[in-house]
């Protein structure tokens, strides 16, 4: 188990309980006024959002909703380049996992059977990664997802609101024994313990995800990392509310 020694990792430009320069820039792809660009420090994703008058055939004539994700990383979104996915024929675990912790996650946030049989796809393309590239696509994909909603609500008929919690998500993890918020890459890659934590703005957990990469991890770690996203999400929410304002 790692000894959490406080003075044992320390940063240079922020403190452990404190998360990169977050931005949220709206509109920002000219041909999807649902569109926004999220900034996590060096990690940057472009996010966004359509209607459709449809649903997978799964949910045909059930009068239920659907939201779905897609996520994606440029070639040049890392130090090396990335070959693209679509070139290979085929999208990797990694992709999968986490376009699929996103739908999820979203999911949350919306009334399915208010939605009736429509679909909200949410695409989320990473321009620069520096980790969190999953953490920053579900604060952006809500941005997205809201600006989608109330673009399409007098053409798609949306009488009632959908929108039943705001979500959001940062990662915490271990590092050198010390607990902190928001894992950079370099962070991420040398960690002894990682998380993702999705939470909706009524306090409630969506996504707990805490993995021991090299040493096990204990309960007041856990408590730990509670207290940290839970002093962050306030003002994680306060940004993504006026990036849906603006």
């Known amino acids: 188990m790692y000894k959490n020694k406080m003075s044992a990792y320390t940063r240079n430009n922020r ?14 792809q000219p041909n999807n006024p649902s569109s926004c660009l999220v900034k996590l420090g060096n990690t940057h994703v472009c996010c966004s959002a359509i209607l ?54 979203l999911r949350c946030s919306v009334n399915l059977d208010v939605l009736g049989e429509k679909t909200i796809k949410v695409d989320c393309d990473v321009i620069s990664a520096d980790g969190g590239t999953r953490t920053a696509s579900i604060i952006g994909g809500y941005v997205s ?29 271990v590092v050198k024994g010390t607990p902190c918020i928001d894992l950079d890459y370099i962070e ?33 770690t856990i408590l730990d990392f509670i207290d940290l996203v839970e002093n962050s999400m306030p003002n994680i929410f306060q940004l993504q509310n006026a990036a849906i304002e603006k």
Request: aromatic letters at 6%; one cysteine or more; a positive charge.
């Open 188 to 220: 991420d890659s040398s960690a002894e313990v990682d998380c993702n934590v999705v939470m909706a703005n009524d306090g409630q957990f969506i996504e707990f995800q805490s993995t021991g990469e090299e040493a096990k991890f204990s309960k007041k």
């Open 145 to 173: 997802l809201v600006r989608a909603v109330n673009q399409y609500k007098k053409s798609f008929n949306l009488t009632k609101s959908i929108l039943t919690n705001q979500i959001a998500a940062i990662s915490v993890g």
């Open 52 to 105: 459709e008058d449809r649903v997978p055939g799964f949910l045909r004539n059930s009068g239920k909703g659907w939201l779905t994700a897609e996520y994606g990383m440029l070639p040049s979104s890392t130090n090396e380049r990335m070959d693209r996915e679509a070139a290979k024929g085929k999208q990797s675990g990694r992709t999968q996992e986490i376009q699929r912790l996103i739908g999820r996650s």
């Open 15 to 28: 403190e452990l309980n404190q998360i990169r320069n977050l931005e949220i820039t709206p509109n920002f």
